[in-house]
């Protein structure tokens, strides 16, 4: 397989860092490999006790860390670092506004700040990650969602539901896990994005690493149909559509063809021949499989569940009108009407407010869309990969669940933000 673009300038990169120790000293192995520890543990906001979430243990690590990277280079810092944490500002102004008029939850106010710094912290932390070590980063989200992969079927087996039709098992992993279903899946199918992506490009290879990077996509295929979640297994879709363009707009058609669509065809043939398989041992129920992933085809209407999303949605959008475009305050929603409206954007705005929390939205994604469009200067597959996964999450499914508020949304920003100010970053001396 030829080059990737940008590869040749990255060979001469890592040539002149192998001369010089002190630019290697916090971009080696094991620095990427705690990179990826520390943002395996941002992205799901487990509770691990005493009022603690893996979330909130990383931003602490993560502080640390990047003072250490500061101190390092000098208290210099890339400018687009720091996007993240602006742009929660401008989220936390808008609520402020809605606060100070509605009333509301102190605590949904002052949530935005630890979100924007979590997410700046990453971008800083991973600036410099050495693209020669970008493999063990990667590789040790894989190899973390691996062991996660092994707890949660034994967890299942052991409660006689990990052959179940389906349905039971959606209600299983609801009530079971600590995050509930929706977080747990969420989180799951952006490490499965990430490996994804590892595998398309081949970032490492050799058998151990494609076996490490398959798993935990063949693993949240498996949670998406076992637990009924559409969003997810189309976020995989997603995923692979995003590689596939972005394949074409960087090799001639003639050239990826033959490699790259062969690779597209084994996987599908495996997620379709792994679903028919668990279908024809029972493992999975044919007639809820088809109703709950396909039922504008089975029963010509939506829905039960879809249709109430819908209600709440238009609720969302009333309320964001509500007090002449002032919204109904923080954390309000919920109490007013009883669930979130399934659309991070939307609940934004239901609770900031159109004539605040419209302008903040514009202005978030115009900082996010100035890095977006300065990646450009860097051409590196886990580049390109964190930016797919940011994407994907921001377009696809904050508009399916309530990511914009969760540490899903702001840590991948800050991977995708990180990543793209590498180029940027001069060497430690």
Not at 156 to 169: D, E, H, P, T, Y
Not at 221 to 248: E, K, P
């Amino acid at each position: 397989m030829s080059d990737f673009p940008g590869q040749t300038k990255i060979r001469n990169e890592i040539t002149i860092n192998e001369k010089d120790p002190s630019a290697q000293h916090a971009t080696g192995k094991r620095w990427a490999m705690l990179m990826g520890l520390t943002f395996f543990l941002s992205v799901p906001a487990m509770p691990i006790g005493m009022g603690l979430t893996t979330s909130r243990v990383a931003i602490v690590l993560l502080f640390f860390l990047a003072l250490f990277k500061i101190s390092r280079n000098n208290g210099r810092i890339p400018f687009t670092t720091l996007i993240p944490i602006s742009a929660a500002s401008v989220a936390f102004l808008a609520y402020t506004i809605s606060m100070i008029v509605n009333g509301g939850s102190w605590w949904f106010l002052f949530s935005w700040l630890p979100l924007g710094l979590l997410s700046s912290l990453i971008a800083i932390c991973i600036a410099d990650l050495g693209r020669q070590n970008t493999k063990f980063f990667v590789g040790t989200i894989a190899f973390l969602s691996i062991l996660l992969c092994v707890l949660i079927m034994i967890v299942i087996a052991r409660n006689g539901v990990l052959f179940s039709s389906g349905r039971l098992m959606r209600h299983f992993l609801n009530d079971q896990m600590p995050v509930g279903l929706n977080r747990f899946i969420n989180s799951f199918v952006i490490y499965a994005g990430i490996s994804m992506g590892a595998l398309y490009f081949r970032i490492a290879k050799g058998k151990l690493w494609s076996t490490v990077f398959i798993v935990p996509v063949l693993f949240s295929i498996y949670l998406s149909f076992s637990g009924g979640s559409r969003q997810n297994f189309l976020a995989l879709i997603v995923f692979l559509l995003f590689f596939i363009l972005i394949t074409v707009n960087i090799r001639r058609a003639s050239s990826w063809f033959s490699s790259y669509i062969r690779r597209i065809i084994i996987i599908v043939f495996i997620c379709i021949a792994g679903v028919l398989g668990a279908i024809h041992l029972g493992w999975l129920e044919q007639d809820w499989i088809a109703r709950r992933f396909f039922p504008l085809l089975i029963e010509g209407e939506m829905s039960s569940s879809d249709q109430t999303r819908l209600n709440i949605a238009s609720v969302a959008i009333e309320a964001s009108l509500n007090r002449g475009g002032l919204g109904i305050g923080p954390g309000q929603f919920v109490e007013s009407v009883g669930n979130y409206p399934h659309n991070g954007y939307f609940g934004f705005l239901a609770e900031s407010g159109l004539l605040f929390g419209g302008p903040a939205l514009i202005f978030i994604f115009a900082m996010v869309l100035v890095s977006w469009v300065k990646r450009k200067q860097l051409h590196h597959p886990l580049n390109e990969i964190a930016w797919v996964v940011f994407l994907t999450v921001a377009l696809f499914m904050v508009n399916l669940n309530d990511l914009f508020k969760e540490p899903a949304f702001w840590t991948t920003l800050g991977l995708a933000i990180g990543l793209s100010a590498r180029a940027k970053l001069p060497p430690y001396r």
